[in-house]
């Protein structure tokens, strides 16, 4: 009996004919233990079905007969069974191992952004602090050092971000390289889920670059500002003190 195809005869003569001048014993031996397997015992019967040409009935001395197709029928559905289980249980480790580095890339890029909303405070408070201030250079030098250092921690900072991106980057290039020469899975597969990961660390790393290049930049313009602040008013004070 099988739930998928139904109830299979096994017919036998009362007197089967039996071709003696062969040796069976090793083909039809091959067969039972196939069939007593408890792993093989399904597509035996699928086996069995196939042979009868869906007559849903064979005779023993057809068994007999075809005991070496059958039994080679049976390890080849079975082999292409289990390389199927394989094939699912790879596609499965890949989709984990795509979100594994998603996951790990979308940690840093938080943490990025997280650092980023500061820029623009850090900026405003130093910009107001040199209007408040624009009278005592002193206080101006202790600003812009401070800004300054400020701008070196958070550049240290991204930088070390985009070194966790391209360890990430190197980790997946090795794993996918590992993947696709022991999973079996077809390399479109592979390869399209490897752009996907590839695409979006390589935007990733873009982004810290691009905010480290602007930090840079308005750290330049700030300190220039700052510089001058320092300048005009110690010409100010020099004016004041000779008209004095």
């Not at 069976?24 to 042979?51: C, P």
């Not at 394989?86 to 989709?95: N, T």
Request: one cysteine or more; glycine letters at 2%.
């Amino acid at each position: 009996y099988s739930s998928a195809k139904g109830i299979f005869k096994i017919k036998y003569a009362i007197e089967p004919t039996i071709n003696d001048t062969e040796q069976i014993t090793k083909q039809v031996n091959q067969l039972l233990e196939l069939a007593e397997s408890i792993q093989f015992r399904a597509f035996v019967k699928n086996a069995l079905f196939n042979f009868s040409k869906d007559k849903c009935s064979i005779s023993i001395s057809e068994i007999i007969e075809e005991a070496t197709n059958i039994a080679e029928t049976t390890k080849r559905d079975y082999e292409l069974a289990s390389k199927l289980f394989d094939f699912d249980k790879f596609r499965d480790s890949l989709y984990k191992e795509k979100e594994k580095y998603f996951n790990g890339v979308r940690e840093i890029v938080n943490r990025i952004f997280t650092q980023a909303i500061g820029i623009p405070i850090s900026i405003s408070a130093t910009v107001f602090a040199t209007y408040k201030i624009d009278d005592e250079p002193i206080i101006l030098g202790i600003v812009l050092i401070s800004f300054i250092l400020y701008v070196i921690l958070y550049v240290r900072l991204q930088l070390t971000y985009k070194s966790d991106l391209k360890e990430v980057r190197r980790d997946f290039k090795s794993d996918f390289k590992i993947i696709e020469e022991k999973s079996g899975l077809p390399k479109d597969i592979i390869q399209r889920e490897e752009i996907k990961i590839k695409k979006k660390l390589d935007i990733s790393i873009s982004i810290v670059n691009w905010i480290v290049g602007i930090v840079i930049a308005l750290g330049i313009l700030l300190t220039v500002y700052i510089l001058y602040q320092i300048e005009y008013t110690e010409m100010m004070k020099i004016i004041c003190l000779n008209k004095s």
